[in-house]
Structure formats: C-alpha cells, structure tokens
C-alpha cells in the first residue's frame, strides 16, 4: 500500500507541473495529458456463496508534448499507471504495472510523410510474481526493460492516425538483476544483463470518438529480427475506451494483448518451463479523472 502512495505523490507531483508549465510555453508546442485514479470494494458478512473482502485501485498518468513549426514535428509521450488489490487471503497484491516513455522527431518530405527517428522505453515500478503466495519474483524495475531506437518514415494524414514503418530497428532487453539474468528471462543468455536485435518496427496509434463522450485510443507496435527468429513477431496492443459521466468521473475499459517469442514460461522457481504463449490483459475501471 505504501508503494501505491509514494507512485500516486509522483505521478500528481508531475501532472502538477506539467499543468503549472502548459501556459509558459511556445504556441508551437501542444501539451495534453490526463490524470486519474479508479476504486472498487467490496464487503461480504455471511454471505452464503462464498467470497472475499477485496479492495483494489490504480491510479495513472498520460501526458503527450507535441511540437509542430513548419516541416517540423517532434512528438512526446509518457505513460505510468500502477495498481493494487487487497483480499485477506493473499493481503496487497499488484494488479497494474507500466511505466513508458516514448519520442518520435520528423521532418516533412512529402504530403503527410515524414522521415523520423524513434526513441522509447518500457518497463514497470515494482517485482511481480506469479502466485501472491511466490517467493520468487519474476519481474521488478528495470528487469525487464525494453527500448527500441529506430529511423523510418511516418505516415500522418491527421491528428488521429500515425503509422511509423522503420526497417532499420535496434531492440534492447535489459534484465537489471542478478537472479533473473542467472535464470535467462526475457531472452537474455543466462548471466547476461543485455540482449541487442537488429530488426524490422512498426509502430501505430489511432484515436477515434465512437459517441458522445466516449473515445478509443488504439496503439500497437510490431517487431520482428534479422537474425534467426525473423519472421516471429512481437506484438504489444494496447486499447482505451474512455466513457466520460461527469466533468470528473470517468468509466474505462483498458486492454493489453502481448507476445514476445523470447519471453518463455518460467515455473515458481523463476526456470523456464515452455515456450511464449499469448499474454492479455483487461481491466474496467471507474473513478476520477481530470484533464488538462
């Protein structure tokens, strides 16, 4: 719980300053974000067909700098959400995990088409584990990491598309701890902390009102080596459904589809005990939120 606290103090420390700068710059620059937190609880006395008294919440932070001046585009994206679950079972449990940051620079060569060069970073705050009940942990800060550095061209017909297509990729997988890199997780050689691949990237986001207070945001990205593995492709699908009830509160529906070919099953003891599968996940949520 003192995790939840100490990431949801950061996260408004930031959105703060962020809004408290939004008038101070360039006109040039559009600077938009949106900050919230959801709640659920739940109570049971006697109740005959069984259950737990959970308590769950998450709170998140988007914040987007866009820059535009004559041919020029420079676009910024950072994204952090982090959630906990309570039962008297299992006690405080994460259930959300994200930290990203992204930035893309452009310069128009045609209509709509701009050649550009990608920087971003994945990774997450705290340890996951896969039972509540684990010893070991499976993932933590840094452990894994990912960050693709990539130049291609960008293809922009409005403000609510981008597709960025980039054959000259380098992926990075960092595995900042010592007992995962012994273990081999994440593709990394066992003892080793760093894996480079030189591939092919793609890269989407889409935006769209579906009704009246209701907007999708739709991003994916895709991956595939030179090497050996060419041809396997990494995905990572990320959709948003904000539905909007008040001038604060707000109902989402968030999913997340992945799949890594060098992210193997790994058993309680964090070996690797069979290959990639497909990961997804969804979460409904309602709560406060706020633009700026």
């Not at 360039?26 to 739940?42: C, H, P, V």
């Not at 889409?206 to 396997?232: E, R």
């Not at 001038?247 to 005990?273: M, P, S, W």
Request: aromatic share 14%; hydrophobic share 40%; charged share 20%.
């Amino acid at each position: 719980m003192r995790k939840l606290i100490s990431i949801t103090l950061l996260l408004l420390t930031i959105s703060c300053t962020a809004f408290a700068q939004e008038d101070q710059v360039d006109k040039k620059w559009l600077i938009k974000g949106i900050t919230g937190l959801n709640a659920s609880q739940t109570s049971l006395v006697n109740w005959s067909s069984g259950g737990d008294n959970t308590v769950a919440g998450n709170i998140y932070l988007n914040l987007s700098a866009n820059y535009k001046y004559k041919k020029y585009v420079w676009d910024n994206d950072f994204a952090a959400d982090y959630g906990t679950t309570y039962t008297k079972q299992n006690g405080w449990v994460k259930s959300v995990d994200k930290l990203e940051l992204a930035t893309k620079f452009g310069y128009e060569v045609a209509p709509k088409w701009y050649l550009s060069a990608l920087a971003d970073l994945r990774t997450q705050f705290d340890k996951g584990y896969k039972n509540p009940d684990d010893k070991n942990y499976i993932s933590k800060f840094f452990a894994p990491a990912y960050s693709n550095i990539a130049l291609g061209m960008d293809y922009k017909p409005s403000s609510n598309f981008s597709l960025f297509m980039s054959p000259i990729t380098g992926k990075m997988t960092f595995v900042q701890d010592d007992y995962l890199s012994n273990a081999g997780a994440f593709g990394v050689d066992p003892g080793d902390k760093f894996k480079g691949e030189f591939g092919a990237y793609v890269k989407s986001k889409f935006s769209m009102k579906l009704m009246t207070n209701v907007n999708l945001i739709s991003k994916a990205d895709f991956f595939t080596s030179y090497d050996s593995d060419f041809g396997h492709v990494d995905v990572n699908w990320e959709n948003v459904i904000g539905m909007k009830i008040n001038k604060f509160l707000t109902a989402t529906i968030q999913t997340t589809l992945k799949y890594d070919n060098d992210v193997k099953q790994l058993d309680e003891e964090g070996k690797v005990k069979g290959g990639a599968k497909v990961q997804f996940k969804e979460m409904i949520g309602v709560g406060i939120a706020y633009n700026f």
